[in-house]
């Protein structure tokens, strides 16, 4: 059974680190998540956060996302977002409510061995008339070498309703981070790192790789001891099918 668990364990980490350098290879058309991240994979019981997030892109275009987690077991958790968008010289306007279940099947021991793998399925409710969108979302993180983490997400995404395009919308996010020595501004938990977000297109038809969204740029994390923490992270376009360049910051607090 211990060399069964070992080769999974193996498997897994060697389809994630495929996942993880494909996506730094080719880099995987649409207009880019402004307030996407490389998720997690951890579930931690009674464990409650709120968070906000706001992105801008390069033509003036700024998106929000405002959050909030519960896990009730330590292997379920709920999401629940309100997403919000301004197109250029517009307002703001909701764009949609999600309901996002996260279940984590596999957990990094203390350690390090193993690796933490989850699944998400969100569903989000469309503001108007246009289709809703459901995904499924394949998380998998893992420290090594003391300070380091990689993560890893596989993304597909699917329209439903009324206007819907059908096909299935393919997605892969990578990040790797390291903790760094550093103490400023109350925090000695930092972490430095760069992150990829590559978007492949639809399943119906995927586009050549100049014409796929590929992104990518350095990420800072930081968190205190009051549960406080900040993400954000500057991506530029590498290919033709990408937004030029864009930013984001994320602030949230786990209670």
């Known amino acids: 059974m211990k060399a069964l668990n070992f080769m999974t364990t193996r498997f897994f980490k060697f389809v994630a680190t495929i996942s993880f350098v494909t996506g730094l290879a080719m880099l995987p058309a649409q207009a880019q998540s402004l ?10 019981k009674a464990e409650q956060s709120v968070e906000a997030r706001l992105g801008l892109d390069d033509e003036g275009n700024a998106a929000s996302r405002i959050h909030y987690d519960n896990a009730f077991t330590d292997w379920y958790q ?3 977002i309100g997403s919000f968008s301004k197109p250029d010289s517009e307002d703001w306007d909701l764009t949609g409510l999600t309901v996002e279940n996260w279940f984590q099947w596999s957990e990094e021991q203390a350690d390090n061995s193993g690796f933490n ?3 998400r399925f969100a569903y989000g409710f469309a503001k108007d008339d246009g289709p809703d969108e459901a995904e499924v ?3 998998l993180t893992d420290k090594f070498a003391g300070d380091w983490e990689w993560r890893s997400n596989l993304i ?6 009324d206007g819907s395009d059908g096909g299935v919308d393919l997605e892969l996010r990578g990040q790797i981070s390291r903790a760094i020595n550093v103490s400023a501004l109350g925090s000695d938990d930092w ?9 492949l297109g639809n399943s119906r038809n995927i586009p050549g790789f100049d014409d796929q969204a590929h992104q990518v740029g350095p ?3 930081i ?6 923490f900040v993400q954000s992270a500057v991506r530029v376009g590498i290919t033709g099918g990408a937004d030029d360049s864009m930013a984001k910051v994320f602030i949230g607090r786990e209670f």
């Open 35 to 44: 307030t996407g991240n490389v998720g997690s994979a951890g579930v931690t």
């Open 78 to 80: 709920l999401r629940l």
């Open 117 to 119: 793998g989850g699944l």
């Open 137 to 139: 979302r394949l998380t």
């Open 156 to 161: 597909a995404e699917i329209e439903t309703g």
């Open 191 to 199: 972490r430095l790192g760069v992150e990829v977000f590559s978007e």
């Open 219 to 221: 990420v800072v994390k």
């Open 223 to 228: 968190g205190w001891d009051n549960g406080v």
